[in-house]
């Protein structure tokens, strides 16, 4: 029996005390004697972290070799906090229950800007030193991967090293690379070093930054021989050859994610400029129909759940899309399993789909114009015109459907006050098509209409990443002129509106184009009480602010500031398979309002070939 880190008394004074126990279906358990111990942390609360599939893949991965233990460590939640810091209790995993500061590894899954306080948490609780400059030979290898790592810098002081990309690919050749340290004695230092020559590993400490008198980069070079110019992102070509979970993790606990995810393919032909995942996860690969048959299979079987979810950036563009629903609805017809499909286009075929698989006549139908004009539409290289949404709509009225969710951006590049308005214009026309297109006998009551913006921050490895962000007084002023013209609308009354935090979202643009600098300033935001940033009853703005003032750094110059084509990024070091040419001629292609067929229509040069995989290489011999 093992025995809990935490106890009872504890457990039953903090809410879901199943969040710290472990012990759920399918949980690995070996000797950790003797073996490589990687504690596997995603910095959110367990119903977040238990929901990414990245945590489930390496999880499974990990623990298929003889010679490691993965366990896994999410962000006590802020009760807990408070007791494990009052009575010096550390962090621990899951699994073994084991102190995190004894372990080999603390991999750290880097999702979203906002949980950067809640990775100084980790690090913190577990009694590790925030600065990897001062860990010693007893304290774990702190490592970073997941989206945020095309960015890594504004963490660089408080991690190890970064995996760049797809995490399939070069861990078996870090973990070997650790063992043969270990067994000829090398030093952490050593380690480091040898480590930085695998591919898509990153050693912040190995490199240096110097900045002009502007505040912008100068240079930013290796100071070690074994550190890389250029680290190229690491990506698995062949979906099939890539491990996949067999048996997912079941907690028992509602998470947020409560079913089994079958990834069906990685990457989007779609090229939308704002959107920093469908540029660093290209080119698109697909996964064939018979693996996700085999996989569908293991999974519902070894899980009992009662969802599957076919996860994708676009499910739409899958190619064997139809066969593996029809699959799944001839295998599973009267068990009970629901198939949810996120990520669609809104067209005939995907209604009729859903139509089929399952009772979505309760829900609501999501559609994701992104701009309210076509003009800017075009500027994002969208691909959606208003006739084919008000088709979508149509079809999805015709189909049963009387509720409609519309999503949109506000502070895009070029953006006019047409353009906001067009937001609340575009949401009276769908209102409109379902009056003019249902007749009145065959009404599901009134259509209901709900249009939500959030605000725009410019990404890394996006065309966009040169644009200039809107201060918070711009964001709500711009939320205020669309909803004053949501009221100037005749079925103001089936509408609703809704707009995402502006004081957050500046927030978010800092970290995602920040430098080295910005690393104080998320230190000093934690040190003085910031923590669960992203659940908005905890993020404080005012400690923000008040951490730049004592850094001395400023919030505009990462934001509202539009870089010139040859200032040197950040992230310039990182080859995330886009280049900078084809980025630069997104940009220009932007401002013109030109817009870019997508990957399947033609090719367009985007660097991204060079992995020779893909859709880059469909119907090619």
């Known amino acids: 029996m093992r025995k809990l880190a935490l106890s009872d008394e504890i457990l039953l004074s903090v809410q879901q005390p199943a969040r710290y126990i472990g012990g759920e279906v399918n949980m690995t358990q070996k000797d950790p004697k003797g073996k490589i111990r990687f504690a596997m942390c995603f910095p959110d609360v367990y119903e977040i972290g238990m929901s990414h599939l990245g945590i489930q893949i390496l999880y499974d991965m990990f623990n298929r070799r003889e010679d490691t233990y993965c366990e896994r460590v999410f962000s006590p939640w802020t009760d807990l906090d408070q007791i494990m810091r009052k009575k010096q209790i550390p962090l621990f995993a899951l699994e073994s229950q084991d102190s995190v500061k004894d372990f080999d590894f603390l991999g750290i899954t880097i999702q979203y800007e906002m949980c950067y306080t809640n990775i100084l948490q980790v690090l913190d609780l577990a009694g590790i030193p925030l600065h990897a400059e001062d860990r010693t030979e007893e304290d774990p290898i702190v490592i970073g991967g997941g989206p945020c790592t095309y960015n890594p810098e504004p963490l660089a002081p408080f991690f190890d090293m970064f995996y760049i990309g797809e995490g399939e690919t070069v861990y078996g050749d870090l973990l070997e690379c650790y063992k043969s340290c270990k067994h000829e004695g090398r030093t952490r230092k050593e380690f480091l070093e040898l480590a930085a020559e695998i591919p898509g590993i990153y050693v912040p400490s190995l490199y240096a930054v110097t900045y002009k008198e502007d505040g912008t980069i100068e240079s930013f070079v290796p100071e070690n021989i074994h550190a890389k110019l250029v680290i190229t992102k690491e990506l698995v070509v062949n979906m099939d050859e890539a491990t996949y979970v067999e048996k997912p993790l079941v907690p028992f606990i509602k998470v947020t994610q409560d079913r089994v995810v079958l990834e069906i393919m990685r990457g989007c032909i779609r090229g939308c400029r704002f959107c920093q995942a469908g540029c660093v996860y290209r080119p698109l690969r697909e996964r064939s129909l018979e693996y996700l048959k085999d996989y569908a299979w293991k999974m519902l079987k070894s899980t009992g759940h009662e969802e599957i979810s076919l996860s994708s950036l676009s499910s739409s563009d899958y190619t064997h899309l139809e ?61 959606l015109t208003e006739e084919i949404i008000l088709k979508g709509a149509a079809e999805a009225f015709h189909g049963g459907w009387n509720r409609v969710k519309l999503y949109f951006m506000l502070g895009l590049p070029t953006e006019t006050e047409e353009d906001m308005e067009g937001i609340a214009l575009l949401s009276e026309k769908v209102a409109e098509t379902y009056y003019d297109e249902i007749p009145k006998q065959e009404r599901q009551g009134k259509v209901q209409v709900v249009a939500s913006s959030s605000f725009f921050v410019p990404k890394p490895f996006t065309p966009f990443q040169w644009a200039r962000m809107c201060t918070k007084e711009e964001f709500l002023e711009r939320a205020a002129i669309v909803r004053q013209k949501f009221r100037e609308m005749k079925n103001f009354k ?27 300033v998320v230190e000093e935001a934690y040190k003085n009480g910031a923590l669960f940033d992203s659940w908005s009853e905890y993020f404080h703005n005012e400690i923000w602010l008040k951490a730049f003032e004592t850094c001395g750094l400023s919030i505009d110059f990462y934001t509202t500031r539009e870089r010139s084509l040859d200032e040197v990024f950040p992230w310039d070091f990182i080859d995330a398979g886009v280049s900078k040419e084809f980025l630069v001629k997104e940009w220009k292609q932007a401002l013109g309002e030109t817009v870019t067929p997508n990957c399947r229509q033609k090719c367009s040069a985007c660097g991204a070939m060079k992995f020779k995989g893909g859709v880059c290489f469909e119907n090619k011999n």
């Open 323 to 383: 066969g593996i629903i029809q699959f799944l609805m001839e295998e599973f017809k009267g068990k009970g399993v629901n198939i949810s499909l996120p990520s669609l286009r809104i067209d005939a075929f995907s209604l009729d789909v859903m139509s089929k698989v399952q009772d979505v006549k309760k829900s609501s139908l999501t559609f994701a114009p992104e701009a309210g004009s076509q003009r800017l539409r075009d500027v994002i290289n969208k691909g």
């Open 494 to 520: 089936s509408l609703k509106y809704n707009w995402h935090e502006a004081d957050l979202t500046v927030l978010e643009g800092v970290l995602a184009r920040g430098d080295r600098k910005v690393g104080q």
